[in-house]
């Protein structure tokens, strides 16, 4: 992410950051064909550089990948299946089809979860 520059005051326009408001949701988001880049946060002044980035990731990547922003005090019981014990981090999603088209290749930098997630 080191090539984003947020010093600079941008028009991005509206935010096209998704605010996670239940699992449904994100199923239904998923579904749609297109990765979600979800962040996992907490709401203080730490996360606010991130918060930058994420908006203007989400204006740049728009409408080729979807980003989710989950309030980890708000929804903990989605966030503890993540199984991180430190804030804020992002984790990418595809939905199981976008999964099987991508091949045999493996990149040891990426992990592959199976999570079954019932609408």
């Not at 028009?11 to 749609?32: A, C, M, N, W, Y």
């Amino acid at each position: 992410m080191s090539w984003y520059y947020t010093g600079y005051p941008k028009d991005l326009g509206p935010s096209k950051v998704i605010h996670f408001t239940s699992k449904r949701e994100f199923v239904q988001l998923l579904h749609q064909g297109h990765p979600v880049v979800v962040a996992f946060t907490i709401k203080c002044n730490l996360t606010k550089p991130l918060d930058k980035v994420l908006e203007e990731a989400a204006a740049e990547f728009d409408p080729h990948v979807n980003f989710l922003r989950v309030e980890c005090p708000k929804y903990p019981g989605f966030c503890i299946t993540r199984q991180k014990t430190e804030y804020p981090f992002i984790e990418m999603f595809h939905s199981p089809e976008q999964a099987t088209n991508q091949g045999k290749a493996v990149d040891p930098n990426i992990t592959k979860y199976s999570v079954r997630v019932l609408p």
